[in-house]
């Protein structure tokens, strides 16, 4: 992806289709007949819009994940599943440090659901692995990824309502990092996870 370079208004168009992308994946679980047709017909004339006349999407907030220096010096896109505007998997997120605790909010919608009404759990995992992947990072200068982590559904995570996520380092051994944290509807601890998070062996 070396020479992936592009003008702010592609940034724009691109991030604005993922978000159509969004509405689209949520339509096809919750409408039908004309319904359906309706909100295809409006998505697909705000993509001709956009393509034709790009003032359309003057007044849209700046892209949030353009394409990016890495720092290794390569250009390229946010491809994260749970944060990348880009990603039409996404839902969309906040995340917040403050100090050693890391907090994540967001509000999922169908696409998400497992049981009738609740989030999938695998997708619970998802999101427990990233708040608390944040939290490791906050306190390593290196990179470290995912070697256990344990998940424990105490409550049913609701579809449709805010959930915070929040996660803490618990322990640093080394290259191992062990981190917490839990998954809220309103007051409410949902979803409980716990693991470790590896350092790659230093090269010899
Ligand atoms: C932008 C980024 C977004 C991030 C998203 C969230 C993070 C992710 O999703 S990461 C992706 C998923 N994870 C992966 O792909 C990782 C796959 N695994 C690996 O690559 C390797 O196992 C790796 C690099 C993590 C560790 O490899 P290696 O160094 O060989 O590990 P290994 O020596 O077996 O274990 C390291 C230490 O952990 C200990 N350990 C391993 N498993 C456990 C466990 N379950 N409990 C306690 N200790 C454990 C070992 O005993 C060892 O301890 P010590 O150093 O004291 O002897």
């Given at each position: 992806?070396?020479?992936?370079?592009e003008s702010r208004?592609?940034?724009?168009?691109?991030?604005?289709?993922?978000?159509?992308?969004?509405?689209?994946?949520?339509?096809?679980?919750?409408?039908?007949?004309?319904?359906?047709?309706?909100?295809?017909?409006?998505?697909?004339?705000?993509?001709?819009a956009a393509l034709s006349d790009p003032s359309?999407?003057?007044?849209?907030?700046?892209?949030?994940?353009?394409?990016?220096?890495?720092?290794?010096?390569?250009?390229?896109?946010n491809t994260n599943?749970?944060?990348?505007?880009?990603?039409?998997?996404?839902?969309?997120?906040?995340i917040e440090h403050d100090g050693d605790?890391?907090?994540m909010t967001t509000t999922l919608s169908l696409p998400y659901q497992g049981p009738r009404g609740?989030?999938?759990?695998?997708?619970?995992?998802?999101?427990?692995?990233?708040?608390?992947?944040h939290a490791v990072r906050s306190r390593l200068d290196s990179v470290s990824f995912t070697r256990s982590l344990t998940i424990t559904y105490e409550q049913a995570l609701p579809i449709g309502t805010e959930l915070t996520m929040t996660g803490r380092v618990t322990e640093i051994d080394g290259r191992k990092t062990f981190a917490a944290g839990e998954?809220?509807?309103?007051?409410v601890v949902c979803v409980r996870g716990e693991g470790l998070w590896v350092s790659p062996r230093p090269r010899t």
């Amino acid at each position: 992806m070396s020479d992936l370079v592009e003008s702010r208004a592609d940034s724009t168009l691109a991030e604005f289709t993922a978000d159509v992308c969004r509405r689209l994946a949520s339509g096809l679980l919750d409408r039908t007949g004309d319904d359906l047709r309706d909100l295809v017909a409006q998505e697909v004339d705000g993509l001709r819009a956009a393509l034709s006349d790009p003032s359309f999407l003057d007044t849209a907030d700046a892209p949030s994940d353009p394409p990016f220096v890495s720092p290794k010096g390569y250009t390229t896109i946010n491809t994260n599943p749970v944060t990348s505007r880009r990603n039409p998997l996404a839902p969309l997120v906040t995340i917040e440090h403050d100090g050693d605790v890391v907090e994540m909010t967001t509000t999922l919608s169908l696409p998400y659901q497992g049981p009738r009404g609740r989030v999938h759990g695998g997708y619970a995992a998802v999101l427990l692995d990233h708040v608390l992947w944040h939290a490791v990072r906050s306190r390593l200068d290196s990179v470290s990824f995912t070697r256990s982590l344990t998940i424990t559904y105490e409550q049913a995570l609701p579809i449709g309502t805010e959930l915070t996520m929040t996660g803490r380092v618990t322990e640093i051994d080394g290259r191992k990092t062990f981190a917490a944290g839990e998954i809220k509807a309103g007051d409410v601890v949902c979803v409980r996870g716990e693991g470790l998070w590896v350092s790659p062996r230093p090269r010899t």
